[in-house]
């Protein structure tokens, strides 16, 4: 792990602040083109310096490279792609900012966690951001080409882990040759998919950060691709199209039901159920199943056998679960959870859902081994997702063969995940916060709950001394939806990994740009407990985190 050395001030921002934060020269970004030196591994294509007026309100050097270009099986040209951040006033620190989806593409590198909360850029932190080593732009394939990389089985593993791993040391030398000063601690921040990377490296580089946050994590993601087939089969099983399968009101009605079921359980009824778990044991589907006759205000019965086969998640023909379960939540009600699962807004994609498009194009052509290369076009994507075998198809995510050498469990998921126990990255002094929603439509928090509780299992009841596990009430894949997101994880992070604070219990609140959350809600805030701890309300302000405490 990289050197630490103590900040002459404590931090109580998560900013790093030291008594002398380390000052560029402002020159020096605009020499960084073409002046730095050549390396056989990666090059410096542009560079410029902007200013605090600029849209990122922080003056900081903006550097774009190329590292590790070479051509692919397939014939096409392959690098990893990168941008890192360098501000003015720089707090010693470094972040390297994981990104979601298939990867494939630069996104700009300001090292947010949460929208609305302050990035590690503008905390002073240099930040990396890249492409993963492959662009989603690069191949004429219509909508299969974000994932048109799965055909080089090298694309694939440094899709997995082999950019994360060959950047970085890259990345931290850019850095420190840019201040002339060394790296004091450093970060990985992900959501999505960046989870998965900042949880393969805990387990694949568990010396180089101090510090990873991990946000809704799909670090089985092969598995939860395989959940894609057996949701677009679900529903489209209902009405002869997936669009159809549920109005915005019916899932309107499960939400409202599971909140009468549940929302008490937590000591108030406020349109948020805190006890997920206990809501499982209470809430049965079955209360809106229609009797003879009826039409409104309840499902009929293929609605209720797709909502149950979702929810219990994929098997095969003898039963095996090829993924998990999900809890029964009130998220589904969100715009979130319809985008994933069965509606978009997207004309392009004739409004299919997100699983129907880009998570078919992923399925078939980086989880599957040998890939299968499939047409670009909406009804190909989607056509695949329905014939989708659970028998023959889905052990193809464990396979591999003389070209691709690593099957899509092998170089998607952290080695040990099964049964994990992080001990390397324990012994070297790393940290690791996770949250996840507890509505999330693409990666299901029982998942990571398992994970969690198989890691604490394995430490004797003590993970909790490393690893922190969030469950956000309510909270979809991201922050939509009715839900208390406004949390500052970065901060709590930091204070943990500098200053020795163990978070527990977190402030959170209802983001400012959350209308459905604050029409539903206002402007409240809550505790956001550790798991297994639940926010309970114990009396006063119902409108107040300071009325209920974590049990």
């Known amino acids: 792990m990289i050197k630490r050395l103590l900040p002459t001030t404590l931090c109580l921002t998560g900013c790093l602040f030291l008594a002398a934060p380390a000052v560029a020269d402002g020159s020096a970004c605009?020499?960084?083109?073409?002046?730095?030196?050549?390396?056989?591994?990666?090059?410096?294509?542009?560079s410029e310096s902007l200013t605090a007026a600029s849209e990122w309100g922080i003056a900081h050097c903006r550097v774009e490279g190329i590292a590790y270009e070479r051509t692919g099986i397939d014939g096409q040209a392959y690098a990893i792609r990168f941008e890192l951040r360098l501000p003015d006033e720089w707090n010693h620190g470094f972040v390297h900012q994981f990104n979601g989806g298939t990867d494939g593409e630069v996104v700009p590198a300001t090292g947010e966690i949460l929208p609305g909360?302050?990035?590690?850029?503008?905390?002073?932190f240099a930040v990396v951001s890249s492409d993963a080593g492959h662009d989603s732009y690069a191949q004429d394939a219509g909508l299969?080409?974000?994932?048109?990389?799965?055909?080089?089985?090298?694309?694939r593993q440094d899709y997995g882990y082999g950019a994360v791993a060959k950047l970085h040391p890259l990345a931290v030398s850019l850095v420190e040759d840019f201040y002339d000063a060394e790296v004091r601690y450093t970060y990985g921040l992900g959501r999505s998919n960046g989870g998965r990377h900042a949880m393969v490296a805990a387990?694949?580089?568990?010396?180089?950060?101090?510090?990873?946050?991990?946000?809704?994590?799909g670090f089985n993601l092969p598995k939860a691709a395989v959940q894609h087939a057996w949701d677009i089969q679900a529903f489209t099983a209902v009405e002869g199209d997936v669009r159809r399968a549920f109005s915005r009101g019916d899932l309107a009605r499960v939400a409202n039901a599971v909140r009468q079921s549940c929302d008490h359980l937590d000591g108030l009824e406020d349109g948020i159920v805190a006890d997920v778990d206990a809501c499982q044991e209470q809430f049965d589907i079955e209360l809106l199943r229609c009797e003879s006759g009826a039409s409104e205000d309840c499902l009929n019965d293929a609605k209720i056998a797709a909502l149950k086969a979702v929810h219990a998640g994929p098997h095969n023909s003898q039963g095996v679960p090829l993924y998990s379960d999900w809890p029964w939540d009130t998220g589904i009600a969100s715009q979130n959870w319809r985008i994933w699962k069965l509606e978009s807004p997207i004309d392009a994609w004739e409004n299919r859902p997100i699983i129907g498009v880009m998570g078919a194009s992923a399925l078939a052509q980086v989880f599957i081994t040998p890939p299968t290369e499939v047409a670009g076009d909406v009804a190909s994507l989607e056509q695949y997702l329905l014939e989708f075998d659970f028998d023959s198809d889905a052990p193809r995510i464990h396979a591999s063969n003389d070209t691709f050498a690593e099957s899509a469990m092998e170089f998607m998921t952290p080695p040990g995940v099964e049964d994990p126990e992080m001990a390397e990255f324990k012994a070297a002094g790393g940290h690791m916060l996770v949250f996840h929603g507890t509505s999330d439509p693409v990666f299901s928090v029982n998942d990571t709950t398992r994970w969690y509780r198989q890691l604490d299992h394995n430490h004797e009841g003590r993970a909790d001394e490393f690893v922190r596990f969030y469950r956000v009430p309510g909270m979809p894949h991201g922050v939509d939806g009715v839900v208390t997101a406004d949390v500052d994880f970065l901060s709590v992070l930091t204070a943990w990994v500098e200053e020795g604070?163990?978070?527990?219990?977190?402030l959170a609140g209802v983001q400012a740009d959350n209308q459905e959350a604050l029409d539903a809600l206002g402007d409240i805030s809550r505790p956001l407990c550790?798991?297994?701890?639940?926010?309970?309300?114990?009396?006063g302000d119902e409108a107040s985190a300071d009325s209920f405490v974590c049990e």
């Open 30 to 46: 605009d020499r960084l083109e073409g002046e730095y030196p050549e390396r056989s591994d990666m090059r410096i294509i542009a």
């Open 117 to 124: 909360t302050p990035t590690a850029l503008s905390r002073g």
């Open 144 to 155: 299969a080409s974000g994932a048109r990389f799965g055909l080089d089985p090298q694309a």
């Open 203 to 217: 387990a694949r580089m568990p010396e180089a950060f101090d510090g990873l946050l991990v946000g809704y994590p």
């Open 501 to 506: 604070e163990r978070p527990d219990a977190i």
């Open 530 to 539: 550790p798991y297994p701890q639940v926010a309970r309300y114990q009396e």
